[in-house]
C-alpha cells in the first residue's frame, strides 16, 4: 500500500521541487510578505532586518560544516568503513539492504546527527555497491534515520536546559536528561520509530518487475595512487608521526576537558571526531583526501546558512515566529499543550531550520503557556524538539550533506519522506499527548 502512495509522491516530487537553494529564495520571499501583512513591518523594515540578520549564523554555519566535514572524515576512516563494508555483506537482498539502513542510520542519529548522516549516506553507497536496489529508496531510508537525533544524545533543546545558567534557567531551573532525553514518554517514542521507520521502508520498495532507480556513476570510487618514487614533502605527507602526535594530544585535551567536568557541545564533538579521523586515517595524505570528498557535500551549508539566517532575523525580530507559535497554542489546554506545540514547531522549523535557534525563538512562548496551563516544562521542551526534527523530513536544508554524499538531488528522496513525515508525525503526537 506505501509503495502505490509513494511512487505517485516521488513523480511528482521530481517534477515540482526545486533545488533546496531556489527553496531558501522562496521561503525568504514567503517570511516577508508574511511580516509585511500580518506583523505590519514594512518592506523597507523587513530588508534591513533581512540584511543586519544575513551573516549572524557564520559561526554556527561554520561548526554545521565541521559537523559534516570532521563526521564525514571519521565515517570514511578505513576502521568505519571496513565496519560498514561488513555490515553490508550482512544484506540479504534489497530488503535486507532497506532495513539495515534504516537501523545503522537510527542508531547513529540517535548518537550524533551529524555522524548519523555522514554514516547513512556512506553505509547506503557501499549496500547499492553490494544488492541491487532503488538507490533513491535507500538514500531515503538513510535519511529517514534522522527523525530521532533531537530526541538523542546530542539533542540540542534537551541539552541546552540540561545545562547549568541556560538562558532559560530562571524560568524552569537546570532540567536533567533523566526528565528529556531518558524519561518514559521519550524512550517509547524513539523505540517505536526505530521499530515503525525501517517497516516504513520496506513497505515502499517497489514491486516485483518496477524499475529500480541505479545509477553506477554515483557509486564510482577512484582508488588514489602512491608516487612510486616520494619527494621528502611527498614522504612528509604520508608518514603517520605527526598524525599520532597531533592525535595524541587532542585525545589529551578531550580527556582533561571532561575531568574538570566540561560538557558535551558542538565544539566538543566537532574536536572529538576530527582527533579520532586524524589517528585513524593514519596520515595527513589519507585526512586531506577524505576533506577533499568531505567539503563537496558542504556546498549547501556554505551559500543556504546566511539566507536562513536572514530568515530567521525576520521572523524573530518581526514578532512573526511568536505570532505563529501564538496562534498555534492560543486554544490549548494542559493536556493538549504538547501537541499544538509540536505542531508550531514543525511548521516555524521551516523558517528556522535550527533546534537551537528554534528553542531560542520557541522558548520565550511555550515557557510562559506551561506555567499558566500547568504542563510539565519538560515535556513541553521535548514537544518544540520533536517538531524540530519531525519536519526536518521534508526540509531539504538538512538533507544537504547526505545528498552531496550521495550524489542524489532532494527530488529524488522527498517523496519517500513526505510519507515518513505523515506516520512519524502520528507516532511522536500520539507519544506526546498520552504517555
Given at each position: ?185 521519550n524512550l517509547v517514542i524513539v523505540i517505536a520509530l526505530f521499530i515503525a521507520v525501517p517497516l516504513i521502508n520496506r513497505a515502499m520498495m517497489p514491486k516485483s518487475g518496477e524499475e529500480v532507480f541505479v545509477d553506477p556513476e554515483l557509486l564510482k570510487e577512484t582508488p588514489r595512487e602512491k ?12 608518514s603517520p608521526l605527526l598524525s599520532v602526535l597531533i592525535g595524541i594530544g587532542g585525545l589529551a585535551w578531550v580527556a582533561s576537558h571532561f575531568a574538570a567536568g566540561g560538557g558535551l557541545s558542538l565544539n566538543v564533538i566537532n574536536f572529538l571526531f576530527l582527533t579520532l579521523a586524524i589517528l585513524l586515517h593514519g596520515t595527513p595524505r589519507n585526512l586531506l583526501d577524505a576533506l577533499t570528498e568531505a567539503v563537496k557535500g558542504g556546498a549547501g551549508i556554505v551559500i543556504q546558512f546566511p539566507f536562513y539566517a536572514g530568515i530567521m ?123
Amino acid at each position: 500500500m506505501l509503495n502505490a502512495v509513494s511512487r505517485p509522491l516521488v513523480r511528482v516530487v521530481d517534477r515540482y521541487l526545486p533545488d533546496p537553494f531556489v527553496f531558501v529564495l522562496v521561503l525568504t520571499l514567503i517570511a516577508a510578505l508574511a511580516a509585511i501583512l500580518t506583523q505590519g513591518t514594512t518592506p523597507l523594515e523587513v530588508v534591513e532586518i533581512w540584511g543586519d540578520g544575513f551573516w549572524s549564523l557564520l559561526s554556527f554555519s561554520m561548526q554545521m560544516l565541521l559537523v559534516l566535514v570532521t563526521g564525514y572524515m571519521m565515517a570514511s576512516t578505513p576502521l568505519v568503513r571496513g565496519l560498514l563494508a561488513r555490515l553490508a555483506g550482512l544484506a540479504k537482498g534489497a530488503s535486507g539492504a532497506i532495513l539495515l539502513v534504516s537501523l545503522v542510520s537510527l542508531a547513529a542519529s540517535w548518537i550524533n546527527w551529524g555522524f548519523g548522516l555522514v554514516v547513512g549516506a556512506l553505509f547506503a553507497k557501499e549496500l547499492a555497491r553490494a544488492v541491487k536496489v532503488d538507490y533513491r529508496l535507500l538514500v531515503a531510508s538513510a535519511y529517514s534515520g534522522f527523525i530521532v537525533w533531537h530526541g538523542g544524545l546530542a539533542g540540542s533543546v534537551p541539552l541546552s536546559i540540561a545545562t547549568e545558567g541556560h538562558p532559560f534557567a530562571d524560568q524552569i531551573g537546570v532540567v536533567p536528561t533523566g526528565e528529556t532525553i531518558f524519561s518514559a514518554y521519550n524512550l517509547v517514542i524513539v523505540i517505536a520509530l526505530f521499530i515503525a521507520v525501517p517497516l516504513i521502508n520496506r513497505a515502499m520498495m517497489p514491486k516485483s518487475g518496477e524499475e529500480v532507480f541505479v545509477d553506477p556513476e554515483l557509486l564510482k570510487e577512484t582508488p588514489r595512487e602512491k608516487p612510486a618514487s616520494p619527494t621528502p614533502a611527498e614522504w612528509i605527507e604520508n608518514s603517520p608521526l605527526l598524525s599520532v602526535l597531533i592525535g595524541i594530544g587532542g585525545l589529551a585535551w578531550v580527556a582533561s576537558h571532561f575531568a574538570a567536568g566540561g560538557g558535551l557541545s558542538l565544539n566538543v564533538i566537532n574536536f572529538l571526531f576530527l582527533t579520532l579521523a586524524i589517528l585513524l586515517h593514519g596520515t595527513p595524505r589519507n585526512l586531506l583526501d577524505a576533506l577533499t570528498e568531505a567539503v563537496k557535500g558542504g556546498a549547501g551549508i556554505v551559500i543556504q546558512f546566511p539566507f536562513y539566517a536572514g530568515i530567521m532575523a525576520i521572523m524573530v525580530d518581526s514578532g512573526l515566529a511568536a505570532s505563529i507559535s501564538e496562534g498555534l497554542i492560543g486554544f490549548a489546554s494542559a493536556a493538549t499543550l504538547p501537541f499544538w506545540t509540536f505542531l508550531s514547531a514543525g511548521v516555524v522549523n521551516f523558517f528556522v531550520p535550527s533546534g537551537g535557534g528554534q528553542w531560542a525563538v520557541q522558548a520565550p512562548v511555550i515557557l510562559p503557556a506551561a506555567e499558566a496551563l500547568g504542563t510539565d516544562a519538560a515535556r513541553a521542551a521535548m514537544a518544540v524538539a520533536w517538531g524540530d526534527a519531525w519536519t526536518n523530513m521534508v526540509q531539504p536544508f538538512w538533507a544537504l550533506p547526505i545528498l552531496g554524499i550521495a550524489g542524489l538531488r532532494a527530488k529524488d528522496i522527498m517523496g519517500f519522506c513526505i510519507v515518513h513525515l505523515v506516520l512519524s508525525g502520528a507516532i511522536i503526537a500520539l507519544g506526546l499527548s498520552f504517555l
